[in-house]
């Protein structure tokens, strides 16, 4: 299993940036996907995830309203278009995914993108990518 995030980079406040998650080794469309990110000095959070049976999404009360988390099963890629950025969001951004799969879409299997978005519950990481928001 192996995760890629691209698309970081530096940014002005209230500008936006889409970040990409690409998969290989595994069939992601049977996997749920979270983004997680880690400040200088700080632990990982949770911000996102989306489901593989039925799309689910949930995000961090600290982003609500401003990332949406997709995924285009076509392109092993699972996107987090971000706006409005703030200087507080500025991060290293990690995906991740679990060694069990949810189902494929439509299935009913076990939901392992939840409300808690939590790291350790999560089985694979790829390579973060740096989102800088600054003036």
């Known amino acids: 299993v192996q995760l890629q995030a691209s698309g970081g980079g530096l940014v002005q406040p209230g500008g936006s940036l889409r970040l990409s998650c690409t998969g290989s080794?595994?069939?992601?469309?049977?996997?749920?996907i979270g983004w997680f990110r880690q400040a200088p000095g700080k632990e990982h959070e949770g911000v996102s995830c989306i489901s593989a049976s039925d799309r689910r999404t949930y995000y961090a009360d600290s982003v609500k309203g401003r990332f949406t988390i997709s995924r285009d099963n076509a392109k092993k890629t699972v996107y987090l278009q971000m706006h409005n950025l703030k200087p507080e969001d500025t991060a290293v951004y990690y995906c991740?995914?679990?060694?069990?799969?949810?189902?494929?879409?439509?299935?009913?299997?076990?939901?392992?993108?939840?409300?808690?978005?939590?790291?350790?519950?999560?089985?694979?990481w790829g390579q973060g990518t740096q989102v800088t928001v600054s003036s």
């Open positions: 080794g595994f069939t992601l469309d049977y996997y749920a």
């Open positions: 991740a995914t679990h060694d069990t799969a949810e189902g494929s879409p439509g299935s009913v299997g076990p939901r392992l993108c939840r409300s808690d978005i939590i790291w350790d519950e999560y089985d694979y």
